[in-house]
Structures are given as C-alpha cells and as structure tokens.
C-alpha cells in the first residue's frame, strides 16, 4: 500500500546499518541503502523528527547453531554504526541481540517517552531485522511505513517476499523520494 500520510510524531528508525553488515553481499548494492537511509535521516533531523539508529552486538543468549558464524571474533568496529548516518546529536541509538529492535531494548520507551505514534523502517536485512522490527512496531500500536528501496537482503527472494507479501499487512510502503515528499 502506499504511503498516503506521516503523523505528527512519526521516527525514522534505521535497522543495522553497520560497518560489519553493510560490507556482506546482498540483493541491492548496500551503499544504495546507505545512502538513501542518510537522506531520510537528514530529512527526519531537518524537521526535528527521532532519528533511531539501531546496531546488533553479539547473539541472542540460548542456542543458536545458525548464528555460530565462523567461531572467530568480527572486527572491532564490526557493531559500529557507518558513518554517513552518525549518529548525530539527538540521535537516538539502539543497542540489540536479537533480531527485533523491540525485543530486550528500551525502544518502546523511549518511542513512547517522544510522543511517537509512527515509525518508518530502513536498512538490513529485509527478511530479518527489518521485519521483525516492523513485525513488533505493529504489534506495539505504531503506524508503520517500509521505505521499500531503503531495505535489502542477502537473500534476494526473501527480501522480495517481505516486500511484497508481509510488509503490505503491517502498513503502507513507499520510496524514499515519496517519504521525504510526505515530510514536507
């Protein structure tokens, strides 16, 4: 569905836009992602609006086979966040473990604390991160708008069936350029 209005008090909310995830291949070039999450963010900070910026650190405790990875230590700016997204001053940052910026996180509260009633979703991966975070912002009450051309996936399929069959339930979709438009 397109994206017909923003409220008010509506964040951007930006998921794992990371030096060690923005560096792996994925179904659009991540730089592309990069940079049109940057714009958002500009436009978001222009109008005064909460900028998130959410970075994963380490695995959700319990055992998790699939995220063993290859048993060595990432780099040690692997979590940190890229530079063209900040953070900036007022930048809210959030640190998670799992999948889903919700979960475990003080995002909810700090949402609420700002009078937020809307977030629009960016970054990676479409089918993981980004979903479950859109998954839980619906569940939580947000309005959720995904900027469709500011999310990717390792797995071109997976980031084609989030786009198409599950984000379409949880709210409305647009481009960056029709987001930005609507901001004003």
Known sequence: MTATTLDPRTA???IDLQKGI?????AHPTADIVARSATLADAFRAKGLP???VHVVDGAPGRNE???GSGGQPPADWADIVPELG??????VVTKRTWGAFHGTDLDLRLRRAGVTQVVLTGVATSIGVESTARSAYEHGYHVTIATDAVTDM???AHRNSVERIFPRLGETDTTEAIVKLLG
């Open 12 to 14: 951007l909310v930006v």
């Open 22 to 26: 923005v560096g792996l291949e994925a």
């Open 51 to 53: 900028v998130v910026l």
């Open 66 to 68: 699939a995220s063993a």
């Open 87 to 92: 953070p900036r001053e007022g930048d809210i």
């Open 155 to 157: 797995n071109a399929d």
